[in-house]
């Protein structure tokens, strides 16, 4: 059974970078058929996609935010990391990071969601 | 960018009622579309992917049709555990994009 945990701080200042950490279990992190990413929901709004990557570091973002969006991927610790800079308001959202199985464009695995707050 | 447009955006309905939800894309996007009902607090769930094919697990009132730039979700009888947001999600472009989403209300 695949599971997704989404871990980071929950307070982050504006003009600062958010950081946070996917650890992934039973998801074979590892293999090149996953590709991995990271979909955020602001309070009583839909559903963002932000990026997703790979774990030979293939990288894909979505261009409203490819300026400010990092992502890597640690596999030895089944990890994978979303940094957005230049933080504000507008980026105050719940953070999920999720699986694209096969690299088919859906998401099949769902973390329980990190709730991210942009606030000085 | 590909928009997806959802309709309606609320939909009251009973137990028992055939519900039909529509996602409409800007542009073709082949079969390449998934659906996901949320309830509130929760995670995203997978139902329908590549247009019409359930996801494992799903109940199978659940069913997913269309093509090109058309798409329907239809439960074709609802239970009380389907009142939730339904979403579309089209995975044509690298620039995946999800419909503002449709709510599912008891009438």
């Known amino acids: 059974q695949v599971q997704l945990l989404e871990s980071g701080p929950g307070l982050v200042k504006p003009s600062q970078t958010l950081a946070l950490t996917c650890t992934v279990s039973?998801?074979?992190?590892?293999?090149?058929?996953?590709?991995w990413s990271w979909v955020r929901q602001p309070a009583g709004k839909g559903l963002e996609f932000v990026g997703r990557m790979s774990a030979n570091g293939y990288t894909s973002y979505n261009p409203s935010l490819k300026s400010r969006v990092t992502m890597s991927v640690d596999t030895s610790k089944d990890q994978f990391y979303l940094k957005l800079s230049s933080v504000t308001a507008a980026d105050t959202a719940v953070y999920y990071c999720a699986r694209d199985p096969q690299i088919a464009g859906f998401f099949d695995y769902w973390g329980r969601g990190a709730l991210v707050t942009v606030s000085s | 960018d590909i928009q997806m447009t959802q309709s309606p955006s609320t939909l009251s309905a009973s137990i028992g009622d055939r519900v039909t939800i529509t996602c409409r894309a800007s542009q073709s996007i082949s079969g390449l579309l998934a659906w996901y009902q949320q309830k509130p607090g929760k995670v995203p769930k997978l139902l329908i992917y590549k247009a019409s094919s359930l996801e494992s697990g799903v109940p199978s009132r659940f069913s997913g049709s269309g093509s090109g730039t058309e798409f329907t979700l239809t439960i074709s009888s609802l239970q009380p555990d389907d009142f939730a947001t339904y979403y579309c999600?089209?995975?044509?472009?690298?620039?995946?994009?999800f419909g503002q989403g449709t709510k599912l209300e008891i009438k």
């Open positions: 039973g998801g074979f992190i590892s293999s090149v058929s996953n590709y």
């Open positions: 999600q089209q995975y044509s472009n690298y620039l995946y994009t």
